[in-house]
């Protein structure tokens, strides 16, 4: 009885080493795909490392020979089998000291040996300088690694596991980031879920540093010599520790529009891929059970906490400081280029052709003044047409000129380059003028992220209540229509209400409005101040109108549940009308809609507070001409109603009496009851 009972105890003891054993064995099978350039895998020698003697550094020893026969060639295998062999026999041999037994020490041991052996096969090199970095990155690599797996491997305490857990999965999915379907990396694209996580759970700084190591190894592994990744993720991890505790819908939101804003204005293949990982990355979050978090949402952090809020403020603050700084320098020293003069044409041509002619003498000596004249003369037409014709030049020049027919060929061709040219400059400056207005607007997001930071609404703050009523009606003819209107609260404690009409009408109409309206309020909802959120939706939608041609008008209206305190944005839309009592407010902007104005461009701004018993009434242009809307104005001061439902209909019913269908129609208005009790 008591060996049977001896034998059920070590029974599980058993499994655990098996278990521990073959954890060990296959991370350090998997870390060897995650490679530098040339081959070094210096992440399973830090899992080798940090595994420690007896079966477990074994099992470390054999997973990564395993992965070293499947992932390396032979000239790369054999000295990271050398440094495992290395490093596993200076465990054993020093396994009994006590200064070993220090978490520093074997991490230190295992980069000294890397080094060692990496170094013998530098000196043998060809070009020994080259691979050095090489070798010095992985031994330091090495060693950074070997600490933080022990971190995990050795249970310590909860929060260092957490931060050795994250470094595992960093380096894991670092060897699946060459691992794409389509244009996306299915490695990085679940890097950037987890960047999202990490700033969920554990707050911007937190998921801060793990973007920037994950960038780091990004970089190295795909030796970019850029610090692309590195700068990316870092931002997207600061932006989804922004939301720590948050909405997970509020994360992703975050983290996709830092990720506009950096992408925006680059054209290579890094740029969108990293957009189309991130959009891939955000419903992968939301798909995550909420059990692996722990149950709920885990509360932001107070007191001690406080003081790392205050600071992440600061630096974004000084971060968007330094991006408006460097906007202000390239504005003040960006000079217009001159365009090109088009004498080079005629100068060019003329050194192919007129340099062996025989009246050379004549036409460029004697007779320049009236060879320039003519020349002079001819230029506009050629500038207007595109390509030269005798009949541009006067009677003088062509009856003189003895080769004429191939001087004409010449100045086409030097035309065609000459326009190219003019063309490309023109490109250039404009997508200068673009990138410098992209660093005003990150800063702008930083300086709103940081101003929001920490930030939250009072529990003793009274919000008022409100009523909403809207209609949609298409253009006579359609069956669909082409504005858009919602409204909702965002996580500040602010009612918006947001009114778009698409250029045209129809379905395309409805989806332009439509894609402006979930735009906008993925960044208010995302805690972004609306002037911001604006200025960076009408840049994107700018360089997107280029391509398809299409626009749309906001009407935005803000308002501060407690105070009653409002503010009214206007991209290119109709009028908005506020009553109270008897008198009505009408309010216009003059701005373009959004696509149609320069990035930089900012949105009519009218600031108000809203009192009790007040209507706010927002239309498309489709229900009343601007010029001759006195009617409209006449029927809501007229109104003695208190559902704003009925007064939206009442507006619209009107219109249609009018026969003013020609266009798509939106109303939605806004009633603050005079007793809160009415509130629905």
């Not at 999965?169 to 960047?195: D, K, P, Q, W, Y």
Request: one cysteine or more; charged letters at 20%.
């Amino acid at each position: 009885m008591v060996l049977q009972r001896e034998q059920a105890l070590a029974r599980p003891e058993q499994m655990a080493r098996l278990l521990g054993w073959g954890i060990r064995f296959f991370l350090s099978a998997g870390l060897t795909a995650a490679q530098l350039p040339g081959g070094a895998a210096p992440f399973a020698l830090g899992c080798v490392a940090a595994s420690g003697t007896g079966g477990e550094g074994l099992a470390a020893f054999l997973g990564t020979a395993l992965g070293a026969l499947l992932f390396q060639e032979f000239e790369e295998g054999l000295p990271h089998l050398a440094a495992a062999v290395l490093i596993l026999t200076t465990s054993f041999a020093l396994r009994e000291t006590r200064w070993f037994r220090h978490p520093a020490v074997p991490a230190v041991c295992a980069g000294g040996l890397t080094l060692t052996v990496g170094m013998v096969y530098v000196l043998q090199a060809v070009a020994p300088l080259r691979r050095l970095p090489v070798c010095v990155t992985g031994a330091i690599l090495t060693g950074v690694s070997a600490w933080m797996y022990a971190l995990l491997l050795e249970r310590r305490e909860p929060e260092r596991q957490i931060m050795g857990l994250r470094f595992l999965a960093v380096t894991l999915l670092s060897a699946f980031a060459e691992v794409s379907v389509g244009a996306f990396s299915i490695g990085r694209t679940l890097m950037v879920c987890l960047l999202m996580m990490t700033g969920w759970q554990h707050g911007a700084s937190a998921a801060m540093i793990t973007g920037l190591w994950a960038g780091l190894l990004m970089d190295l592994s795909l030796d970019l010599g850029t610090l692309f990744f590195t700068a990316a993720y870092g931002l997207v991890g600061m932006a989804s520790g922004l939301r720590v505790g948050k909405n997970r819908v509020s994360v992703a939101v975050a983290a996709l529009g830092i990720t506009l804003a950096l992408v925006m204005g680059l054209t290579d293949d890094l740029a969108g891929s990293m957009l189309g990982e991130t959009m891939l990355a955000c419903p992968l979050l939301l798909l995550i059970p909420g059990r692996l978090f722990g149950g709920k949402r885990l509360q932001k952090e107070t007191d001690a906490s406080a003081v790392v809020t205050e600071g992440i403020r600061k630096r974004l603050n000084r971060t968007a400081a330094a991006f408006r700084e460097l906007y202000d320098s390239l504005g003040r020293t960006a000079v217009q280029s001159a365009d090109e003069n088009p004498a080079v044409i005629y100068d060019r041509a003329a050194e192919r052709v007129c340099r062996s002619c025989a009246l050379c003498e004549l036409c460029w000596k004697k007779e320049y003044v009236s060879t320039f004249n003519a020349l002079n003369d001819a230029t506009p037409f050629l500038l207007e047409r595109g390509r030269p014709l005798p009949k541009d030049f006067p009677t003088h020049f062509t009856s003189r000129c003895i080769h004429l027919p191939e001087f004409l060929t010449e100045v086409g061709t030097e035309l065609s380059a000459f326009l190219l040219r003019r063309q490309y400059r023109r490109q250039l400056e404009e997508s200068r003028r673009t990138q410098r207005v992209q660093y005003a607007q990150v800063g702008e997001m930083l300086r709103a992220a940081a101003a929001g930071l920490g930030e939250s609404v009072p529990a003793s703050a009274q919000k008022r209540s409100y009523q909403i009523g809207a209609v949609l009606r298409p253009k006579e003819g359609e069956s669909v229509c082409g504005d858009s209107v919602t409204s909702f609260e965002n996580n500040d404690g602010q009612l918006c209400l947001l009114l778009s009409d698409g250029s045209g009408c129809g379905e395309s109409a409805r989806r332009e409005s439509a894609l402006t309206s979930r735009l906008l309020r993925q960044f208010l909802e995302a805690g972004i101040d609306a002037e911001a959120a604006l200025k960076t939706l009408n840049a994107a939608m700018a360089l997107r109108s280029e391509e398809t041609g299409a626009f749309s008008t906001i009407d935005l209206m803000t308002v501060t549940l407690g105070s009653g305190d409002a503010a009214i944005y206007k991209y290119g839309a109709a009028p908005t009308y506020v009553k109270k009592g008897g008198s009505v407010r009408r309010i216009t902007g003059h701005a373009l809609p959004v696509g149609l104005r320069e990035s930089a461009a900012e949105p009519d701004i009218t600031r108000l507070t809203l009192k009790e018993d007040s209507f706010v009434v927002m239309i498309s242009d489709g229900v009343a001409d601007p010029l001759g809307d006195e009617w409209l104005q006449d029927l809501i001061a007229g109104w003695d109603g208190s559902d704003p439902q009925v007064l939206a209909g009442l507006i619209l019913q009107e219109t249609v009496r009018r026969g003013e269908l020609s266009d798509d129609c939106g109303v939605q208005v806004l009633y603050f009851p005079a007793d809160e009790r009415q509130a629905v």
